[in-house]
């Protein structure tokens, strides 16, 4: 190579995922409810019509990479601005850029704007009416839900579009190509991988493949060639560059322990139950796993006796993202203990099964009462139905008895509390809502 040839030594010097990205859709890994053959994303992009959409999704899921297929695709321009570092001077030059070229050229302009979650209203506001009247193409990525963390004026304008964390089958494909590949990967290195220590990469990556590519990669580098010059990559080496031993149990024993963890937070064992909790964890489990396991147990369990168990036990879930491992299993801990004292009930779980299997079962001509269906638009007719139905608040104790659901179902009973914790003053509340009557 050249000596004054920087472009290898900038390629070379790039971290293995950013190296190996995929440059069309046929390379592109995962995702395949959006970027099928047929899908409504890839036609956009094969015929250059791509509307304003958000990409949202956990990180290493391939968001940066499809925003640079359709940059690499795209006959415009393209615009890329990090919503961290970009301000309203920055996205206004953008936008007077993306004018120009449409006026001198014809040609549209895309804007990449990454971690758009990021964005506060001013700056939202300044890229508004650009979305609008079509001046730029707006492609944002986010890691949070763009409905609860963007300004509704522009998720309203965008499709958004749903990343899925990679399964493990798509990141060992990935891996074991990126070992071979000499231009891109670490083919250079002649190393190889024990499939125990890719297994071992592709299930701790919870399905981020950048977070793979980055253990793989250290693995690589850091270990010595053997006598023969060859590099091979073992369990040992594949725990060490991801930081997170195998599991210490096999495959039957790892869910034979999450289902002892959920029926012992079930029969309010707390002692049990901390005790899977922490066998699975010391193992090599997911601290989040069990986390995600708690939050389900604490609705579908306690339900109602004690409508807070969910509230602690998500409050538990996010303190462990944000702190991480070891220090975040102290509130982990403390939300197990929670869950497994409170009262049980499955009324509500209950309520939800069967109403879902007469909201796919139950076919009803009537529909909605009449007195409680939109009157916005409606005719004479339907503004004199409406003209029925009793407001609440205008009856003591806020509460008058109507008919809400369909005819066919107006008998239904979905919930039914049980006497014991919260449910107790449920029940008393129905009660004397029925001395209202």
Known sequence: MDLFDLNGNEESA??????????????????????????????????????????????????????????????GDFIKLNAVQAGVADVKKAVETARNNLKMYGRRTYLMLDECHRFNKTQSDSLLPAIEQGTIIFIGSTTENPYSSMTPAIVSRCRVFEFKRLSEEDIRGALNKALKDKRKGLGAYAAEAEDEAIEHIARMAGGDLRSAYNALELAVITTPPQADGRIVITLKDAEQSIQRKALSYSEDEYYDYLSAFCKSLRG????????????????????????????????????????????????????????????????????????????????????????????????????????????????????????????????????????????????RVYYVPKDIGFEREVIKIRSDKGKLK
């Open 14 to 75: 790039k971290p293995l995922a950013e190296r190996m990205r995929a440059n069309n859709l046929n390379e592109f890994i995962g995702q395949r409810h959006i970027v099928a053959e047929g899908s409504l994303l890839r036609r956009a992009i094969a015929s250059d019509r791509l509307g304003s959409c958000i990409f949202w999704g956990p990180p290493g899921t391939g968001k940066t990479t499809l925003a640079n297929i359709i940059a690499a695709t795209t006959h």
């Open 268 to 411: 309010s064992d707390s002692n049990a139950a901390l005790y899977y909790a922490m066998r699975l964890i010391e193992g090599g489990c997911d601290p989040m796993t069990v986390a995600r396991r708690l939050v389900i147990h604490s609705a579908e369990d306690v339900g109602m006796a004690d409508p807070q168990a969910m509230v602690v036990a998500t409050s538990a879930m996010y303190a462990l993202e944000k702190t991480g491992y070891p220090e975040g299993l102290i509130p982990l801990s403390n939300a197990i203990v929670y869950v497994c004292e409170a009262p049980k009930s499955n009324a509500a779980c209950a309520a939800y099964h069967a109403a879902m299997e007469d909201a796919r079962t139950v076919r009803d001509d009537d529909g909605v009462p009449p007195y409680l269906k939109d009157n916005t638009f409606g005719d004479a007719a339907t503004k004199a139905q409406s003209k029925k139905y009793k407001y609440p608040h205008d009856y003591a104790n806020g509460y008058v008895e109507q008919q809400y659901l369909p005819e066919k179902l107006k008998d």
